[in-house]
């Protein structure tokens, strides 16, 4: 998945943690953190179309977790953090040339 090729050790080092995403009843573990972790410090439950708007920015953080289109379960620390990852992902997702 492209968030966990993202994640380098920079990432690791701020963020810290590991985090379990809920995308439209599947899950994934996303280890963003300098450790080996079996259970998340974070769970966020989305949709695959409001993670796909989070990355493309028609939508920010704060106003999907204020409307209800994402839940968050555990350290709302982290959850502040999660832009770090969303960042990261969309510059690992971003095309390397122009045709």
């Known amino acids: 998945m492209a968030m966990a090729e993202a994640v380098d ?31 998340p410090d974070l769970t966020v439950k989305t949709s695959l179309q409001v993670l796909q ?19 968050v379960k555990g350290k709302m620390s982290l959850a502040m953090k999660l832009q770090l990852i969303l960042d990261a992902t969309r510059k690992h997702l971003k095309p390397t040339s122009k045709l």
């Open 53 to 71: 708007d989070l990355l493309e920015r028609k939508i920010m953080p704060p106003q999907a977790f204020v409307k209800g289109k994402i839940k």
């Open 9 to 39: 050790a920079k990432i690791k080092k701020r963020f810290n943690a590991m985090v379990r995403f809920e995308v439209d009843g599947e899950q994934f573990d996303l280890n963003a953190s300098t450790k080996e972790k079996d259970t």
